[in-house]
């Protein structure tokens, strides 16, 4: 159990929708990070937030956005949904803000876009 | 433009012997390196990493080689375990650079390994 909460972990859903993903760091890490993981992809980097703030963004979509609460939980919005949107999305979190060691990722939430 | 590249999708060893698993790399920025491993149905967890001050790190079975020349590095599990089949991702990140250190990942390597 890496301490990474991710929920929920499967989500079905259908072309246009808008779906929100949700993720608990561990407790005392201050950085969130968002993956994207495609079928036969690696993970790809989607965006970073460091204490409430984006600190990094990646290969994230117009129509995807994310944002880190007060309490340090992280959601991913997801909209205008398309069938390529179907994925793996994994939240990771760190202890400190510039990556210097290892990233503890969640379960992952597994989006169906039908 | 894939930055990291594991070019064998998968691979196959038996129990007691040495796996080695493949990565390289396209990025000169990049200056620290990461293996992760990942189970079915769980979030990829840390193995080992590497410094680019460094050629060699070791941890147990495992060890990673990095070739700074040929942009390439491997990871050594010896001997090899049932237990150690999972999907093997690179990654490097550019601790210092504009991306804030935000990790590449390569498409992963399955390691099947037989007993």
């Known amino acids: 159990d890496s301490g990474v909460t991710q929920t929920p972990k499967h989500l079905i859903t259908a072309t246009g929708q808008r779906v929100t993903l949700r993720c608990s760091p561990r407790?005392?890490?201050?950085?969130v990070y968002w993956y994207q993981q495609s079928l036969d992809q690696g993970l790809q980097f989607l965006i970073q937030?460091?204490?409430?703030?984006?600190?990094a963004k990646g290969n994230i979509l117009e129509r995807f956005s994310a944002q880190q609460f007060p309490d340090l939980h992280s959601e991913l919005n997801l909209s205008s949904l398309e069938l390529g949107d179907s994925a793996l999305y994994f939240c990771?979190?760190?202890?400190?803000?510039?990556?210097?060691?290892?990233?503890?990722f969640g379960e992952g939430s597994r989006l169906t876009v039908l | 433009d894939q930055q990291v590249k594991q070019n064998s999708p998968s691979l196959s060893v038996q129990e007691g012997r040495i796996s080695i698993l493949n990565c390289d790399y396209t990025n000169s920025m990049f200056d620290y390196f990461l293996w992760y491993k990942k189970y079915p149905a769980e979030g990829p967890t840390f193995l080992i990493s590497?410094?680019?001050?460094?050629d060699k790190n070791e941890d147990g079975r495992f060890t990673v080689f990095l070739n700074k020349s040929a942009k390439h590095l491997s990871l050594h599990i010896v001997p090899s375990q049932p237990g150690d089949s999972a999907v093997y991702f690179c990654a490097a990140s550019a601790r210092y650079g504009g991306s804030q250190g935000n990790l590449i990942f390569g498409k992963g390597t399955k390691l099947s390994v037989k007993p």
């Open positions: 590497i410094s680019s001050i460094k």
């Open positions: 937030y460091y204490n409430g703030e984006e600190r």
């Open positions: 990771a979190s760190s202890v400190v803000g510039s990556f210097n060691g290892e990233l503890f």
């Open positions: 407790s005392g890490d201050l950085s």
